[in-house]
């Protein structure tokens, strides 16, 4: 015992709260992982009824090909994949650049103040607005043109996609925000110091710098494009076959899984849990491939 | 690029205490590359730096010494205007760089910054590939030589090439901390400046980089002229032509924080026989 000893006396609870600390962070983690693990249990039994793994899939083949119909046997979700995959180029084709081009605007252009403050209040708030609300928007702007007949565009895809583009604008603002703020000024910096333009610093390093963190962020906003049905409901996605066109009435995915697990015939539930299955892996699909991207990106920033 | 030099204003009182004319053999004011004049800069309602006239003397080294937060680097950020990037900061008073008005609306600051480059102090190369960190500045300018001889010529000229020529396909990032300050020579090398901006370029390194780019700038002043502010007063006086001591003035509005001009000597005497007490306050460690 060292003589400065006497002045110390460390509480003993100090050893124990870290693991005790700990334990709980597990548990949090856990409480998704058990959720998710029992949800798509639940899904894949509801699905299989069961069923062997491959008569499982020959089932979601099937749904696949088929489109909507009055007999459960019949029934598919070719014409809601359909929709969903149009709605998906859509919102990345509408949401991705403008958004992008919003944060770049408000980080790299726009000078601080009071009017950017109200700006970037309002855009958070927006993030937030219920997805029925943006509904009820698409419905009256883009569905009914505002009461103007010239306008309106009647439930079609184009509708539909610009409704859900608007839904997950906030997100890609924030989340490309976010990103641009990581990239360190000592790189903006040096890059002026050469006598660059701006839009040559944004272009060759900002942009690159924050490209994963601007994916991430394409990524969740696409993802919940995909997954919502509350707004598509609203602007009337209801249609049973394939659309070709921008101007063709549309269903999606989920709107379908809803509107098959509302039948009153059990044998639907089969057809709705199936429906759930085809959406997780459209989803997984499309974040891994974008994760796939991102990756090959992040190294190339660097190279 | 050089345009034909205008007659240089001549500046009669580079030391801001008053006294000193400049000693001959420095012959200043005819071959002042950049100069200023009773130059204020302010951050908001605050004034960083008061009264300040210099004169930055043509392929020579010249130091800015003082204690912290005295505005050496907001001083040396005049020069290729980089105050810009910050929306509250403003100059007035007078400083020109080979007789064009750095203060006037119509100098265009990234065609300034192409002519006046600026070393930082932590080496910031790009995430970019060595060859592509010194090639990159070129381009947006706009090279239309041959841009492989150009690396190799950066390189070589910021005693980097030999270390690196075998990887210029490498991140720059992988390089050491020295290293990487000396990509950073390049890179400003690269887009031919007249002057190169120092701002602490050694205070992140080891002993032993400090001393190669010490050396290089010794070897640079040839054909460019040096700024570069220091913290470390043995390395003002192993490199430096001419120093300039900057204090903070103590008739200071209360609260901020004003940087003046004590003294602007040649390096040897400002050590040896300052004649600013507070540069010799300064120097033998009493205060700062």
């Given at each position: 015992?060292?003589?400065?000893?006497?002045?110390?006396?460390?509480?003993?609870?100090?050893?124990?709260?870290?693991?005790?600390?700990?334990?709980?962070?597990?548990?949090?983690?856990?409480?998704?992982?058990?959720?998710?693990?029992?949800?798509?249990?639940?899904?894949l039994r509801a699905a299989s009824q069961g069923a062997t793994l491959a008569e499982t899939f020959d089932l979601l083949g099937?749904?696949?090909?088929?489109?909507?119909?009055?007999?459960?046997?019949?029934?598919?979700?070719?014409?809601?994949?359909?929709?969903s995959l149009w709605l998906l180029g859509l919102v990345f084709a509408l949401a991705i650049p403008v958004g992008v081009g919003a944060a770049v605007f408000l980080e790299e252009y726009m000078p601080p103040g009071r009017l950017r403050r109200v700006i970037q209040m309002n855009i958070a708030n927006l993030a937030a607005v219920p997805s029925i609300v943006y509904g009820i928007l698409g419905l009256a702007v883009f569905v009914r043109g505002l009461g103007s007949s010239r306008l309106a565009m009647g439930s079609a895809l184009i509708a539909g996609g610009l409704t859900l583009a608007l839904l997950v604008l906030p997100v890609v603002v924030i989340a490309t925000q976010e990103a641009l703020r990581t990239v360190p000024s000592s790189l903006r910096q040096a890059a002026m110091a050469l006598g660059a333009t701006k839009w040559q610093v944004i272009r060759d390093h900002v942009f690159p710098s924050a490209l994963p963190g601007v994916l991430t962020g394409a990524i969740l906003s696409l993802s919940r494009a995909i997954g919502e049905t509350a707004p598509l409901l609203m602007v009337g996605a209801a249609a049973t076959k394939v659309p070709t066109g921008l101007k063709d009435r549309f269903t999606a995915l989920p709107v379908e899984i809803y509107k098959y697990a509302s039948e009153a015939n059990p044998k639907f539930q089969v057809v709705a849990a199936g429906g759930i299955l085809l959406l997780l892996a459209l989803l997984l699909t499309m974040n891994a491939t974008a994760i796939i991207i991102r990756n090959r990106y992040g190294r190339s920033a660097r190279g | 690029?050089?345009?034909?030099?205008?007659?240089?204003?001549?500046?009669?009182?580079?030391?801001?205490?008053?006294?000193?004319?400049?000693?001959?053999?420095?012959?200043?004011?005819?071959?002042?590359?950049?100069?200023?004049?009773?130059?204020?800069?302010?951050?908001?309602?605050?004034?960083?730096?008061?009264?300040?006239?210099?004169?930055?003397?043509?392929?020579?080294?010249?130091?800015?010494?003082?204690?912290?937060?005295?505005?050496?680097?907001?001083?040396?950020?005049?020069?290729?205007?980089?105050?810009?990037?910050?929306?509250?900061a403003r100059m007035t008073g007078e400083i020109t760089f080979e007789g064009l008005d750095l203060n006037s609306a119509e100098t265009?600051?990234?065609?300034?910054?192409?002519?006046?480059?600026?070393?930082?102090?932590k080496p910031n190369p790009f995430p970019k590939s060595i060859y592509q960190n010194v090639a990159w500045g070129a381009r947006i300018n706009g090279y239309r030589g041959d841009m492989d001889e150009l690396v190799?010529?950066?390189?070589?000229?910021?005693?980097?090439?030999?270390?690196?020529?075998?990887?210029?396909?490498?991140?720059?990032?992988?390089?050491s901390g020295g290293q990487q300050q000396r990509l950073c020579i390049a890179?400003?090398?690269?887009?031919?400046?007249?002057?190169?901006?120092?701002?602490?370029?050694?205070?992140?390194?080891?002993?032993?980089?400090?001393?190669?780019?010490?050396?290089?700038?010794d070897d640079l002043k040839s054909e460019y002229t040096i700024v570069i502010v220091t913290h470390n007063m043995q390395q003002a006086?192993?490199?430096?032509?001419?120093?300039?001591?900057?204090?903070?003035?103590?008739?200071?509005?209360?609260?901020?924080?004003?940087?003046?001009?004590?003294?602007?000597s040649p390096t040897d005497r400002l050590f040896t026989n300052p004649k600013d007490p507070r540069t010799e306050a300064y120097i033998t460690g009493r205060i700062g």
């Open positions: 015992m060292s003589p400065s000893d006497a002045h110390f006396s460390p509480k003993a609870s100090r050893r124990i709260l870290g693991p005790v600390f700990g334990v709980a962070c597990f548990l949090a983690t856990m409480t998704g992982v058990v959720f998710l693990s029992i949800l798509l249990g639940a899904v099937r749904l696949a090909r088929s489109t909507r119909s009055r007999d459960p046997d019949l029934a598919g979700f070719k014409a809601g994949i359909a929709g | 690029m050089s345009p034909i030099m205008p007659e240089v204003k001549a500046v009669p009182n580079v030391s801001s205490g008053g006294a000193e004319p400049l000693p001959a053999g420095t012959d200043v004011p005819s071959t002042a590359v950049l100069s200023t004049r009773d130059l204020n800069v302010w951050y908001g309602i605050s004034l960083a730096l008061r009264d300040i006239t210099i004169a930055i003397p043509r392929n020579q080294i010249t130091a800015l010494i003082g204690p912290s937060g005295c505005g050496k680097s907001t001083l040396l950020r005049c020069f290729n205007r980089m105050n810009d990037l910050i929306p509250s265009d600051p990234v065609s300034l910054r192409r002519r006046i480059g600026m070393v930082f102090q190799e010529r950066s390189l070589r000229r910021a005693a980097l090439w030999d270390e690196v020529k075998d990887k210029l396909n490498k991140s720059g990032l992988d390089l890179r400003t090398l690269a887009v031919d400046p007249e002057v190169i901006l120092m701002d602490e370029p050694c205070s992140a390194l080891d002993p032993i980089s400090t001393a190669r780019v010490e050396d290089l700038m006086r192993r490199t430096s032509d001419m120093t300039a001591c900057l204090m903070l003035d103590d008739g200071a509005q209360h609260g901020h924080r004003t940087g003046i001009i004590a003294e602007f």
